[in-house]
């Protein structure tokens, strides 16, 4: 079993700064496809970034020149660094894992974190 815990999120000022981290236990997850989503109010969970099983990097056209997704192995944790936020990036953000699938929907994804919350005002 592959457990996901999700920090460092708050409230930040437009333009700011906050860097997202997702703890991986049970399992260690070189090999996993391991993504961001956003859930905003009233709107469907959206994928924000992700390592994909290839490592290769994705981003969601919005985020792609603001947010840095990056991993530490040694730490079995994944980091969303989010800089020049605006008040749109206002969301729970939720950590995803998949040992065998990679992709951009929420389906593809079967391990899922509780999620924090990211509060940008403007």
């Known amino acids: 079993q592959v457990q996901l815990v999700e920090s460092g999120g708050g409230l930040v000022q437009a333009g700011g700064s906050l860097r997202l981290s997702c703890a991986v236990s049970?399992?260690?997850?070189?090999?996993?496809?391991m993504g961001w989503f956003r859930q905003a109010p009233g709107k469907e969970r959206e994928f924000v970034a992700a390592?994909?099983?290839?490592?290769?990097?994705y981003y969601e056209d919005s985020v792609k020149d603001r947010f840095t997704i990056s991993r530490d192995s040694a730490k079995n944790t994944v980091y969303l660094q989010m800089n020049s936020l605006k008040p749109e990036d206002t969301a729970v953000y939720y950590c995803?894992?998949?040992?065998?699938?990679?992709?951009?929907?929420?389906?593809?994804?079967?391990?899922w974190g509780q999620g924090t919350q990211v509060t940008v005002s403007s």
């Open positions: 995803a894992a998949n040992a065998y699938r990679s992709g951009y929907r929420t389906d593809e994804y079967n391990y």
């Open positions: 390592y994909f099983r290839n490592q290769n990097k």
């Open positions: 049970g399992r260690t997850f070189s090999s996993y496809a």
